[in-house]
């Protein structure tokens, strides 16, 4: 299921790390295999060089061991995948 977050304040960056697989699940857990396909993020302040700041070096979940860059000012780039970036203040106005 593709997916977009709307707000990468500490809710929205734990949620990409799950579904980036950041998060690992138990082999027995029946829904180990559940993959969400994470393709945008909308944050508000920042931009998308702050948001990529905070996704690798976050105070309490620690380092993110990703190659983790915003390639340009509406994308970021984890682990060579893409996801579009916009600063939209009304949801509406996101793609």
């Not at 944050?43 to 620690?62: C, M, N, P, R, Y």
């Amino acid at each position: 299921m593709k997916v977009g977050i709307n707000g990468m304040g500490r809710i929205g960056r734990l949620a990409l790390r799950s579904a980036m697989g950041a998060a690992e699940r138990q082999g027995d857990d029946p829904r180990a295999g559940n993959r969400l396909d994470i393709v945008a993020v909308n944050e508000v302040k920042g931009g998308a060089t702050g948001t990529a700041h905070l996704l690798a070096f976050d105070s309490v979940q620690g380092r993110w061991r990703a190659d983790i860059a915003a390639d340009s000012e509406d994308a970021i780039q984890i682990d060579g995948k893409r996801l579009a970036f916009s600063a939209h203040a009304n949801p509406a106005d996101i793609p």
